[in-house]
């Protein structure tokens, strides 16, 4: 069955840091990857996402994520994080052919000012 | 309307009692899906509707838990006999065809509340 993990729960950093958020995922095929955000009070909204072609992908406000597949990771990263950042931020797996999307628990990102 | 639209926002049940959580896609949107947020535990799959029917029903907890969907649109999540344990974001998504790599949308969600 497929799974995503994400090992940081909870990350805090200051203005202008570099945010880097890990995401692993369980799958032996092709997939489809995806980065979600929920900010406060917000519902979830898509960042990026990866189908095919360059596995570095560029999403909304500045964000970007790189899909290698010999690591089974798609993780996030932002080179300069602002407060306006701090959001839950969620990884999900789409496998081809297939409608279910598999969420990971969720990073809580919080960017102190 | 131009978002999901979940319904009601919040909501404190007694347990025991039936509750109906109620989603309006995105008008055309023929995929629907319901998931469930519970503190530290991500988004849970529940179930699945590619129009009116539902191919997938894999994740419904038990069967105290059950859902419809209506003209290919409106759906409505009905939890019977709440326990204390479903208290959690109820969730509701839709996309376009709910074919491989549709991006979904997300309502706000129902918070359910089990006292």
């Known amino acids: 069955a497929q799974s995503v993990s994400q090992h940081n729960h909870h990350v805090i950093l200051s203005e202008a840091a570099s945010l880097e958020l890990g995401c692993n995922y369980s799958?032996?095929?092709?997939?489809?990857l995806f980065w979600y955000v929920q900010y406060p009070g917000q519902h979830l909204q898509l960042l990026l996402k990866?189908?095919?072609?360059?596995?570095l992908v560029k999403g909304i406000k500045g964000f970007e994520a790189e899909f290698i597949k010999s690591k089974f990771s798609f993780n996030l990263r932002k080179p300069s994080v602002q407060w306006s950042d701090t959001a839950e931020y969620f990884c999900a797996v789409n496998a081809p052919g297939t409608y279910k999307y598999i969420f990971g628990t969720g990073t809580r990102l919080k960017v102190l000012a | 309307g131009a978002g999901v639209s979940q319904s009601p926002s919040n909501k404190v049940t007694e347990k025991g009692k039936d509750v109906e959580l109620r989603c309006d896609p995105i008008s055309g949107h023929t995929a629907l899906y319901w998931y469930r947020q519970s503190l530290g535990q991500g988004l849970e799959f529940l179930i699945y509707?590619?129009?009116?029917?539902?191919?997938?029903k894999s994740g419904l907890p038990s069967d105290r838990f059950s859902a419809e969907r209506t003209g290919g649109s409106v759906s409505t999540l009905t939890i019977q006999r709440t326990q204390q344990e479903d208290s959690a974001v109820y969730l509701c998504?839709?996309?376009?065809?709910?074919?491989?790599?549709?991006?979904?949308?997300f309502g706000e969600g129902s918070w359910l509340t089990v006292v």
């Open positions: 509707f590619q129009g009116n029917s539902a191919p997938d």
């Open positions: 990866y189908f095919s072609g360059d596995p």
């Open positions: 998504a839709s996309s376009p065809r709910g074919s491989t790599g549709d991006t979904i949308y």
């Open positions: 799958y032996g095929g092709t997939v489809n």
